[in-house]
């Protein structure tokens, strides 16, 4: 397999030694503006031709019919400290430069190993052959394809597009109609939540790991 | 806003990862009895008996066990060349490989030793290392599951997968059904005609199955002991913990717990010892079929324990806000199991 220098943003201002930095990205949902239209899954699943059966983001509904129904879109969240690149034993999962959970599809056994890590329900498995084996993991990838050449024909059939290396936002952050989902360097995002929390107070419906799980050690 | 529980069926009814799972722990268990045996026995010729049957049963048992756990995997091919693949060695899978790569071809070759009847002073050697090799076989099948109990940095996402229990658990279990399979061994061989005993009469046949059921009583008490403990820390846990708790003993799991589990490899098999004890002296009779009955019940009890522990992950530690990818019971699936939705 032919390793490809990634594509990875970076961040406008300098860092602190003067160099030009490599962006974080996020993605930030907002629970309070969803408004449940699917767009981002189906943004996702045409940008990358999603295998049937897959969703590599899916709105989730809670308390539906019922007072403080809420919705929330649930992609691949790309934690800092991701517990299915803690867990898998090929180093199939990995963190770019930029932060992104990348899936190397050449190097996964299938061991369905980091779908019990995950708490959000991310890792996917595709039906890899006949008598209903599993395939290889198959995940968000931010569209961020994955380590093969950019913008190959290879990267395309095994991981979909690569917009961030085009020099956009994934499918699902950019269809958005409400902007319910943001994605982007943690610092812009975090502009964001920022100016929306100052807008509605506390509890303003930012919804990730923290709200989640808590602060972690 | 409020916790609601993740509900994921990973596997459904997939037998890999129990069987895995279980016959791994098994091959540990009897490894560790095997060499154990042979390491106090000295050239006692009981034990040593039952150190060449456990030593023959691990065989056939670890390379079930591997290929159980290859053929899992999507790619089975990588899973074999795993020396070359797995690079994470923070991850129990790898070191679980590596473990299950030292461990199989030295209980060919203690095994081998024993068939050939190599001088004892290599196969002390042999079991000098197979005694805690074994223990670190059925400690890893546990710390393969507990390892995503609390991940670097994370909180408890799978809270029935206590890695304060269950590796413990694991090896006990394993040393229960070791002896279980060593005891139906013994007895099976003996029927054939190819008594694994020294002597090879009857009597020396049944006095090491009776050894093998005496020994297991012990382990079978032992590993009671500790899943109470376990139990106990559950029920008084985090929320997490206590919904586990829920589910094991009142929920969707308890029939195969109470019954598959609890019943069939932990009280049947004591009543089943107590009433051969009692019947041997009342009838005066071998009464051999309770030993062979019991010593099923024993295998079949710890592989209940491996589906039960398997079936249990698929309940996550509970989410403030749930994603999901699948339906949330008592949300947009049916109601959480025994919490009345």
Redesign the interface.
């Known amino acids: 397999m032919s390793q490809a220098q990634v594509t990875v943003p970076y961040r406008q201002a300098d860092g602190p030694q003067g160099k030009k930095e490599p962006a974080r990205m996020k993605f930030y949902i907002d629970v309070k503006r969803c408004i449940e239209c699917g767009g981002c899954e189906v943004a996702c699943k045409n940008e990358n031709n999603v295998p049937a059966g897959i969703a590599r983001i899916k709105v989730v509904t809670i308390n539906e019919g019922e007072p403080g129904e809420t919705n929330v879109a649930v992609p691949c969240m790309h934690c800092s400290k991701a517990p299915c690149v803690a867990v898998c034993p090929v180093d199939a999962l990995y963190h770019r430069p930029d932060g992104i959970v990348a899936l190397n599809k050449e190097t996964c056994i299938g061991c369905g190993y980091c779908l019990y890590a995950c708490p959000f329900g991310a890792p996917q498995f595709p039906k890899g052959s006949a008598f209903g084996a599993r395939g290889v993991m198959d995940k968000c990838t931010y569209c961020a394809g994955g380590p093969e050449v950019a913008f190959s024909e290879r990267e395309r059939r095994l991981y979909g597009s690569n917009r961030i290396a085009e020099g956009k936002l994934p499918a699902c952050a950019s269809v958005c109609a409400t902007k319910a989902l943001i994605a982007g360097d943690a610092e812009e995002v975090a502009n964001v939540v920022r100016q929306r929390m100052a807008a509605r107070g506390a509890g303003g419906g930012a919804w990730g790991w923290e709200s989640a799980y808590g602060k972690g050690p | 806003?409020e916790s609601?529980v993740?509900w994921?069926h990973?596997?459904g009814l997939t037998f890999h990862i129990p069987w895995y799972l279980f016959l791994g722990g098994l091959a540990g268990g009897t490894m560790t009895i095997a060499a154990l045996a042979d390491l106090l026995a000295g050239t006692r010729e009981r034990p040593q008996s039952f150190a060449r049957a456990a030593a023959y049963i691990t065989v056939p048992t670890i390379i079930l066990g591997g290929l159980s756990l290859t053929f899992?995997?999507?790619?089975p091919e990588?899973?074999f060349a795993?020396p070359l693949?797995?690079?994470?060695y923070?991850?129990?899978?790898?070191i679980g490989?590596w473990i299950i790569g030292v461990f199989a071809p030295l209980s060919l070759a203690y095994a081998a030793a024993w068939y050939f009847n190599v001088g004892r002073r290599v196969r002390v050697v042999m079991a000098a290392v197979g005694v805690p090799l074994g223990v670190l076989m059925s400690l890893y099948t546990g710390f393969l599951?507990s390892?995503?109990w609390a991940?670097?940095?994370?909180?408890w996402?799978?809270p029935l997968w206590d890695s304060r229990y269950l590796p413990v658990l694991f090896v006990l279990s394993g040393l229960s059904t070791g002896l279980g399979a060593c005891g139906l061994g013994v007895l099976v061989a003996g029927r054939l005609g190819r008594p694994s005993s020294g002597s090879g009469t009857p009597e020396e046949t049944w006095a090491v199955a009776r050894l093998a059921s005496a020994a297991d009583v012990a382990a079978i008490l032992v590993e009671g002991a500790w899943v109470y403990l376990f139990l106990a820390s559950l029920g008084v846990g985090t929320l997490g913990q206590q919904l586990a708790f829920t589910l094991l003993t009142k929920g969707e799991l308890a029939p195969w717990f109470w019954w598959g589990f609890v019943a069939t490899g932990l009280a049947a098999p004591l009543l089943g010892s107590g009433m051969h004890a009692i019947g041997e002296r009342i009838f005066h009779s071998r009464l051999g079929w309770i030993l062979y009955v019991k010593f099923v019940l024993v295998l079949v009890g710890g592989l209940m324990l491996r589906y039960v522990i398997v079936w249990g992950?698929d309940l996550?530690?509970p989410?403030?806000?749930?994603?999901?990818?699948?339906p949330?019971p008592g949300?947009?699936g049916p109601p959480f199991p025994g919490l009345g939705g």
């Open positions: 806003m609601i993740l994921q990973k596997w899992h995997l999507g790619k990588r899973g795993f693949f797995f690079t994470n923070q991850s129990w899978m790898t490989g599951l390892a995503t991940v670097p940095g994370g909180r996402y799978v992950g996550k530690a989410l403030t806000f749930p994603p999901s990818m699948w949330i949300v947009s």
